[in-house]
C-alpha cells in the first residue's frame, strides 16, 4: 500500500499546485488569452475551488490508504 500512498500525495501536492496557481491568479488580476478569447477571471475562481477540493481529497484518501 505504500506505492499507493505515494502515489495519492503526489496528485494532493500536484492539485495544490494547481490551486496556488489559479489562486494567484485571481489575486494580481492576471490577464488570460487562448487565442483571442479573454478567458474571465470567474474560471480561475472556480478552477482554484476544484483543485483545492481534489488535493484535500488525496490527502485525506493517502491517511486512509496507511
Not at 500512498?5 to 489575486?27: C, E, K, P, Q, W
Amino acid at each position: 500500500m505504500k506505492g499507493k500512498d505515494m502515489a495519492l500525495r503526489v496528485a494532493g501536492v500536484i492539485f495544490s499546485l494547481v490551486a496556488i496557481i489559479h489562486f494567484l491568479r485571481v489575486l494580481r488580476r492576471v490577464p488570460l488569452a487562448i487565442g483571442d478569447i479573454q478567458v474571465p477571471q470567474y474560471l480561475s475562481i472556480i478552477g482554484f475551488a476544484l483543485a483545492l477540493l481534489l488535493a484535500i481529497w488525496m490527502f485525506t484518501a493517502s491517511k486512509k490508504a496507511r
